[in-house]
């Protein structure tokens, strides 16, 4: 098989499995390219309950409905923007979530009783290759308990769920590593970007040949993104300059701190602080990020400096993140 054919690793008795449980109201963690997703049938009110329930999270935060192809669109989105189209059509299959007016089809559950409906066509072949079988939406947060970081590999989410979740697909580390950016064209005027994420505002907008808006976000307009999201146990700590990161580090472990210090690249050592490396690109960085929050907790440390990537790409959505953990640290 060539490399990159959508089905070479995919296994039809394991979708097979997937659709089952799906159909049945069960909940499947599915891989994506941003992050992994906790999936139940968004069709199903009772299987989406369950969804919020076993994350913990409250009704009434819309979760994002996944679809196989933009041609399933009319189905769930009431009016389809020009604009709408055409990043569907340069972004999906991708990390683009489309707000969008919703059809009467779409269930209360799915949206948090709003008019508008998240739609994205996630692009990750296993994934591909279940909402073609199933042949219907799935509802799908990000797959760890409400307010953790999201997990970017299977084992992520067997350690965040255990069995409250009835399978889950493995298929590898996320490549892109943050959520998708979501794009709010549900009223008139430009398209509103609500959350960073894995497509850049530049390509957005080199995309539709106009300026977007970008939202300070907030409960009116994408519940769910609270500012204690993504943090780790550890307090965050965001410091630009590399120097000035290092210094802190050093002060932290003078009080006594378990202290660890993430860079994009290499740095003279800190005496007692413990090293961790993002990557030089905001690619790169990205895709290692929430792994490394997660290490934090699991060498128990008390603080993690970070310095974080220039905000270019979707070195924007890292920046975002490590702000909102920065300000959710539990034990900070
Ligand atoms: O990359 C992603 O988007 C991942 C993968 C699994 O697809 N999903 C994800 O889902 O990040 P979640 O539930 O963790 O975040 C979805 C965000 C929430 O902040 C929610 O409020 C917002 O999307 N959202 C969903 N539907 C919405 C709607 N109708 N209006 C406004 N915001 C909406
Ligand atoms: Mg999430």
Redesign the pocket.
């Known amino acids: 098989m060539p490399e990159g054919d959508a089905h070479a690793a995919v296994d039809p008795a394991v979708i097979g499995r997937a659709v089952r449980i799906l159909r049945a109201g069960g909940l499947v963690a599915i891989p994506?390219e941003?992050?992994?997703?906790l999936a139940a049938d968004a069709t199903n009110p009772a299987a989406v309950r369950h969804l919020y329930a076993v994350k913990g999270r409250p009704l009434g935060?819309?979760?994002?409905v996944?679809i196989a192809s933009g041609e399933a669109l009319p189905h769930w989105a009431a009016h389809i923007p020009d604009d709408a189209r055409r990043l569907a059509d340069a972004f999906w299959p991708g990390?683009l979530?489309l707000?969008l007016t919703r059809t009467p089809a779409v269930a209360d559950e799915v949206?948090g009783g709003?008019g508008?409906?998240?739609l994205?066509v996630?692009d990750h072949p296993l994934t591909l290759a279940l909402l073609r079988a199933f042949d219907r939406g799935l509802a799908?947060?990000?797959a760890n308990r409400f307010g953790r970081v999201?997990p970017t590999t299977a084992e992520d989410v067997r350690a965040d769920l255990g069995t409250d979740v009835d399978l889950v697909l493995d298929g590898g580390p996320c490549g892109i590593g943050v959520?998708?950016t979501?794009v709010?064209c549900s009223e008139t005027g430009v398209p509103v970007i609500?959350?960073p994420?894995g497509v850049s505002t530049e390509r957005i907008e080199a995309t539709l040949g106009h300026p977007v808006r970008r939202v300070a976000d907030g409960p009116s307009?994408?519940?769910?993104?609270l500012a204690a999201h993504y943090a780790p146990y550890a307090e965050v700590v965001v410091i630009d300059d590399i120097d000035a990161a290092c210094g802190e580090a050093a002060t932290r472990i003078a009080r006594g701190q378990r202290t660890g210090l993430l860079t994009p690249a290499a740095v003279a050592a800190v005496p007692g602080v413990t090293p961790m490396l993002a990557g030089t690109t905001p690619e790169a960085y990205a895709a290692v990020l929430y792994e490394r929050l997660r290490e934090a907790d699991r060498l128990n440390l008390d603080v993690l400096i970070v310095v974080p990537p220039p905000a270019e790409g979707v070195g924007v959505a890292v920046r975002d993140r490590l702000a909102r953990a920065a300000t959710g640290s539990a034990r900070g």
């Open positions: 994506t941003t992050v992994y997703g935060h819309p979760v994002i996944h990390p979530t707000i949206t709003r508008t409906v998240g994205r996630p799908a947060p990000s999201s959520e998708s979501i709010d609500l959350r994420g307009r994408a519940p769910g993104m």
